[in-house]
């Protein structure tokens, strides 16, 4: 028997460090994917010491595990949210979305010592071509809205990396600013549902403020942003990810702004297919 299961990075347009609040946000899934293969074997394990590791936790039969990503790591886009989804969907096979979500959580916890919340796994499992999901994580509830074309989003790499288990992922700010942050956020995510991209544009900028008082971003990711924000041309732009570093997302009036960075749009979420020889 052999699975494949294919994973979207994403890309959260608005609602960052609101998962584990109970608070919301706006991602959509990537044409930039993550496939694992797994191929049955009579006995043992083959493949690179994490995939293995995560393979075993998830309950993994003999499989020969070899992995094709597009995703860079590190930098924001969720490789290790994509690469335990992948595992648990070859694991099982077909499941409900939200249950390969909470079994992805776990291995993430446990495994790889990532304390994420749901935001990632969510984005990726329910991500629609051409849509963005709102989801509400104090039901786990999820939306989807159609992304306007006049939506261009861009990618600009801070070059300055991390890893979240490395990062202090909910960082020790004082309560009543994360409260805030999270209070702000969701407006702005509610906002978001309709805007023009000038006004998510504002949003974005907004945004990004209110997460280097969260104290989750970094000085040099700060003096990017801004420098983006005031670029002809950009609507908004923002840190984004668990922080620290990684990609920086820019709203931009038109494909010709930032020429040597490339368009995203919405994609599929993720799958898996079974063969048998």
């Known amino acids: 028997m052999q699975r494949r299961a294919s994973i979207p990075a994403r890309i959260n347009?608005?609602?960052?460090?609101?998962?584990?609040?109970?608070?919301?946000?706006?991602?959509?899934?990537?044409?930039?994917?993550?496939?694992?293969?797994?191929?049955?074997?009579?006995?043992?394990?083959?493949?690179?010491?994490?995939?293995?590791?995560?393979?075993?936790?998830?309950?993994?039969?003999?499989?020969?595990?070899?992995?094709?990503?597009?995703?860079?790591?590190?930098?924001?886009?969720?490789?290790?949210?994509?690469?335990?989804?992948?595992?648990?969907?070859?694991?099982?096979?077909?499941?409900?979305?939200?249950?390969?979500?909470?079994?992805?959580?776990?291995?993430?916890?446990?495994?790889?010592?990532?304390?994420?919340?749901?935001?990632?796994?969510?984005?990726?499992?329910?991500?629609?071509e051409g849509h963005a999901s709102v989801i509400d994580f104090s039901n786990n509830s999820v939306e989807s809205h159609i992304v306007p074309s006049e939506w261009m989003f861009k990618l600009v790499d801070s070059g300055i990396y991390r890893t979240l288990s490395d990062a202090s992922y909910r960082s020790t700010t004082d309560e009543s600013i994360a409260s805030a942050h999270v209070s702000s956020e969701n407006e702005r995510v509610e906002l978001a549902v309709g805007a023009t991209a000038k006004k998510l544009g504002e949003l974005l900028n907004q945004s990004h403020a209110s997460l280097k008082r969260r104290g989750v971003s970094h000085p040099e990711v700060d003096a990017l942003v801004a420098a983006l924000q005031q670029t002809e041309g950009v609507y908004g732009a923002r840190m984004m990810g668990g922080g620290f570093g990684g990609m920086i997302l820019v709203l931009v009036a038109s494909e010709d702004i930032l020429p040597n960075q490339r368009l995203y749009r919405p994609s599929q979420g993720g799958f898996v297919e079974e063969f048998f020889e």
């Open 13 to 128: 347009i608005i609602g960052e460090h609101t998962d584990y609040a109970g608070g919301k946000a706006m991602p959509f899934a990537l044409d930039v994917r993550m496939v694992l293969h797994a191929t049955s074997l009579d006995e043992g394990y083959e493949g690179g010491a994490t995939v293995v590791a995560l393979w075993k936790s998830a309950g993994g039969w003999p499989a020969r595990l070899t992995i094709e990503s597009d995703i860079p790591i590190g930098v924001g886009m969720s490789s290790s949210a994509a690469l335990c989804l992948a595992v648990v969907l070859c694991v099982n096979g077909p499941m409900k979305p939200f249950e390969a979500c909470l079994e992805a959580q776990r291995l993430e916890h446990e495994v790889l010592k990532t304390p994420c919340g749901l935001l990632d796994q969510m984005a990726m499992m329910f991500g629609k």
